[in-house]
T-cell receptor, first 112, second 115 residues
Framework: SQQGEEDPQALSIQEGENATMNCSYKTSINNLQWYRQNSGRGLVHLIL?????REKHSGRLRVTLDTSKKSSSLLITASRAADTASYFC????????????FGKGTSLLVTP | DSGVTQTPKHLITATGQRVTLRCSPR?????VYWYQQSLDQGLQFLIQ???????AKGNILERFSAQQFPDLHSELNLSSLELGDSALYFC??????????????FGPGTRLTVL
């Protein structure tokens, strides 16, 4: 079953705008990870945020985590056409060898 | 480039056939994970191996099996293939498996088409 659910399913913005994607999950987590997937290609790890962290930055990416609401958000600032991709949040399955449970993803389109 | 390699990139076969997908993890990584990505099911965890031993199972069908060899490469065997097995199959590797704090590095995937 997919424990992470991203919202919105699809997002279309123009270059230079900010993009915000949300992720909700159902059970407690050790950490939550965000990945990017360009069309039909492998997943690229973006950020890991631990359950005791509230915010984390990496370049133009900002991830927040609210464990009380069981939700996380990924903000991409000053978006570029190259940011066009699908973005997934993933929860670690602590009882399954720490494999990842992925949501269905947010498809982001950034137009010039 | 993640350092994880998968072969072949594409595979087209017929229903009822058997195929083998191969994965070489990043140098030094001991854990290998297999995932399936399809339009209707999304990304699903199939199975994990750690240093040659099966560590965890996810939504893997009985027709599917995997193994990890002493040199740490892994193979995913899919048999009695059905149309619904058409999907992207990803391999990921990480150094260890403790607390899930290790990043998983994904390979480029094998696209399987069953006709």
């Amino acid at each position: 079953s997919q424990q992470g659910e991203e919202d919105p399913q699809a997002l279309s913005i123009q270059e230079g705008e900010n993009a915000t994607m949300n992720c909700s999950y159902k059970t407690s987590i050790n950490n939550l990870q965000w990945y990017r997937q360009n069309s039909g290609r492998g997943l690229v790890h973006l950020i890991l945020i631990r359950s005791n962290e509230r915010e984390k930055h990496s370049g133009r990416l900002r991830v927040t985590l609210d464990t009380s609401k069981k939700s996380s958000s990924l903000l991409i600032t000053a978006s570029r056409a190259a940011d066009t991709a699908s973005y997934f949040c993933a929860r670690v399955r602590s009882r399954a060898g720490y494999a990842l449970n992925f949501g269905k993803g947010t498809s982001l389109l950034v137009t010039p | 480039d993640s350092g994880v390699t998968q072969t072949p990139k594409h595979l087209i076969t017929a229903t009822g056939q058997r195929v083998t997908l191969r994965c070489s993890p990043r140098s030094g990584d001991l854990s290998v994970y297999w995932y399936q990505q399809s339009l209707d099911q999304g990304l699903q965890f199939l199975i994990q191996y750690y240093n040659g031993e099966e560590r965890a199972k996810g939504n893997i069908l009985e027709r599917f099996s995997a193994q990890q060899f002493p040199d740490l490469h892994s193979e995913l065997n899919l048999s009695s293939l059905e149309l619904g097995d058409s999907a992207l199959y990803f391999c990921a590797s990480s150094f260890r498996t403790s607390w899930g704090t290790d990043t998983q590095y994904f390979g480029p995937g094998t696209r399987l088409t069953v006709l």
